[in-house]
T-cell receptor, first 114, second 109 residues
Framework: DSGVTQTPKHLITATGQRVTLRCSPRSGDLSVYWYQQSLDQGLQFLIQYYNGEERAKGNILERFSAQQFPDLHSELNLSSLELGDSALYFC?????????????FGPGTRLLVL | GQNIDQPTEMTATEGAIVQINCTYQTSGFNGLFWYQQHAGEAPTFLSYNVLDGLEEKGRFSSFLSRSKGYSYLLLKELQMKDSASYLCAVRDNGRKLIFGQGTELSVKP
């Protein structure tokens, strides 16, 4: 158990819908990262927050948005969902904003868009 | 463009040593990471290199040559539980993490 929690574990929804994925980092960690993993694209970095501020941006679509709240939990919002958004979404946390500190991954949220 | 290359799959024997290579071309360089991912599980951080040379952590070592855009992960005394996907990732100047497609390692008895 990494100490990072993600909810929900599974999510099934329809095209065009909007969903929110939630992540609680390990106690004391200030950075949260979001990743998407699909069979054809592999693991893709989406976005990083550090202490409430956006720190780095990866291949995040405009239909997706994220934020980190004052209690350091983070939410990833996915809207106007398409079939291709079906994937495993991981959240990871680390103590600081990088460097080479260890990132601890949550168990992931499996999203299926029908 | 940005590109990370690593072999798609490798096979090795229990107790042996295996080297997984990674070459990269990115917009700047701010560190290279190796992760291990077992099927159906979340990735696990293995190592980080930002300076040239070898970093050793138990049975795992990672090497970096920035001038060559090259890294390798060395796994010694292979165990069956080392069968997994190994992901190489580079952080570019914009702090974006770029991942390779992963190397599927099969350890045979």
């Amino acid at each position: 158990d990494s100490g990072v929690t993600q909810t929900p574990k599974h999510l099934i929804t329809a095209t065009g819908q909007r969903v929110t994925l939630r992540c609680s980092p390990r106690s004391g960690d200030l950075s949260v990262y979001w990743y998407q993993q699909s069979l054809d694209q592999g693991l893709q970095f989406l976005i990083q927050y550090y202490n409430g501020e956006e720190r780095a941006k990866g291949n995040i679509l405009e239909r997706f948005s994220a934020q980190q709240f004052p209690d350091l939990h983070s939410e990833l919002n996915l809207s106007s969902l398409e079939l291709g958004d079906s994937a495993l979404y991981f959240c990871a946390s680390s103590e600081t904003s990088g460097g080479g500190e260890t990132q601890y991954f949550g168990p992931g949220t499996r999203l299926l868009v029908l | 463009g940005q590109n990370i290359d690593q072999p798609t799959e490798m096979t090795a024997t229990e107790g042996a040593i295996v080297q997984i290579n990674c070459t990269y071309q990115t917009s700047g360089f701010n560190g290279l990471f190796w992760y291990q991912q077992h099927a159906g599980e979340a990735p696990t951080f293995l190592s980080y290199n930002v300076l040239d040379g070898l970093e050793e952590k138990g049975r795992f070592s990672s090497f970096l040559s920035r001038s060559k855009g090259y890294s390798y992960l060395l796994l010694k005394e292979l165990q069956m539980k080392d069968s997994a996907s190994y992901l190489c990732a580079v952080r570019d100047n914009g702090r974006k993490l770029i991942f390779g497609q992963g190397t599927e390692l099969s350890v045979k008895p």
